[in-house]
């Protein structure tokens, strides 16, 4: 199970660390990757961190804006954003899977099945 939280209001420019808990599994056996729909919109991928290396990957669109990272003592995966922007608003989720490669593929919009997702978290950018 994937819970995530930390979502909320926050004004352009500011910044919230979500969290990604995991239960029943050893999340820093699988990668874990970030998603998010905003309304009426598809979902897009965000980033993603491997098990094996923590090896991470992010969509241009958050780069250099956004930290993925994983605390095992905690088995948690988080995603601190920065310099958030209104487009940033969505209900973020995660999602895990033994693969790096799925989740890499799903990341970059390939349609694929994923072991786990969570229920998501929603986040709003507005002043």
């Known amino acids: 199970q994937l819970v995530e939280s930390g979502g909320g209001l926050v004004q352009p420019g500011g910044s919230l660390r979500l969290s990604c808990a995991a239960s029943?599994?050893?999340?820093?056996?699988?990668?874990i990757g970030w998603f998010r729909q905003a309304p009426g919109k598809e979902r897009e991928g965000v980033a993603c961190i491997s098990g094996s290396d923590d090896r991470t990957y992010y969509v241009d669109s958050v780069k250099g804006r956004f930290t993925i990272y994983r605390d095992n003592a905690e088995n948690t995966v988080y995603l601190q954003m920065n310099n958030l922007k209104p487009d940033d608003t969505a209900t973020y989720y995660c999602a895990a899977d033994r693969s790096w490669i799925v989740v890499f593929d799903a990341i970059k919009g390939t349609p694929v099945v994923l072991d786990a997702w969570g229920q998501g978290t929603p986040v709003t950018v507005s002043s």
């Open positions: 029943g599994f050893t999340s820093r056996l699988y990668t």
